[in-house]
């Protein structure tokens, strides 16, 4: 069993910066993977940036490409998402996400990739 733990959000004028963190209790194998999601009322649940937990294979949304940075500290079980130049349009509730043991199976970008999810942290960019 996982638990997952999100912090970080909060309210950030456009162009600015926001750092998200999770922290994972339990054990996280060499073939996990650990994602962040994002969602806005009315809206799907959207794929932003995912990091495998052994190596340095990481994936984004284009829509972050350039501007978010997912890392992580394999000692802390804890990943994060580094945010700049951030746009009103990134204001949503992100969600972090492990996949217990990431298989290939469902795409890295897909919902259906991870068994594990967190309460979710409210990001707002104001304009």
């Known amino acids: 069993q996982v638990q997952l733990v999100e912090s970080g959000g909060g309210l950030v004028r456009a162009w600015g910066s926001l750092r998200l963190s999770c922290a994972a209790s339990?054990?996280?194998?060499?073939?996990?993977?650990m994602a962040w999601f994002r969602q806005v009322p009315g809206k799907e649940r959207e794929f932003v940036a995912a990091?495998?937990?052994?190596?340095?294979?990481?994936d984004y949304a284009d829509s972050v490409k350039g501007r978010f940075t997912i890392s992580r500290d394999n000692a802390k079980n804890t990943v994060y998402l580094q945010m700049n130049s951030l746009k009103p349009e990134d204001t949503a509730i992100y969600y972090c996400?492990?996949?217990?043991?990431?298989?290939?199976?469902?795409?890295?970008?897909?919902?259906?990739?991870?068994?594990?999810w967190g309460q979710g942290t409210q990001v707002t960019v104001s304009s």
């Open positions: 996400s492990v996949s217990s043991f990431y298989n290939g199976v469902y795409s890295i970008h897909s919902l259906r990739a991870y068994n594990y």
């Open positions: 339990g054990r996280l194998t060499s073939g996990a993977a």
């Open positions: 990091i495998r937990w052994s190596g340095s294979i990481t």
